[in-house]
Nanobody, 111 residues
């Protein structure tokens, strides 16, 4: 049974940082294409970042230079380091492996 459990969300001021974690079980993050998505209120879910089994990373233009996706194979965990956060980054962030989703973690950027 595959489980993806996100954590690390919260309330942060504009310009601040957060690191989201996605702890996986039943699937190897080192051998899977892992992604982060987000969904803001009233909007469709949006792809944010991907890391492949070969460690290739890719980002949506709006977060390039601010967000970094990475993984710890020993902990079977994927991370999303988010710096220079903006109010428009406010959303529920979801971890995704092929055919599987986590439950999401809320990120709110507000002064």
């Amino acid at each position: 049974q595959v489980q993806l459990v996100e954590s690390g969300g919260g309330l942060v001021q504009p310009g601040g940082s957060l690191r989201l974690s996605c702890a996986a079980s039943g699937i190897s993050v080192s051998r899977s294409r892992m992604s982060w998505y987000r969904q803001a209120p009233g909007k469709q879910r949006e792809w944010v970042a991907t890391i492949t089994s070969g460690s290739y990373t890719n980002y949506v233009d709006s977060v390039k230079g601010r967000f970094t996706i990475s993984r710890d194979n020993a902990k079977n965990t994927v991370y999303l380091q988010m710096n220079s956060l903006k109010p428009e980054d406010t959303a529920v962030y979801y971890c995704q492996a092929p055919a599987y989703w986590g439950q999401g973690t809320q990120v709110t950027v507000s002064s």
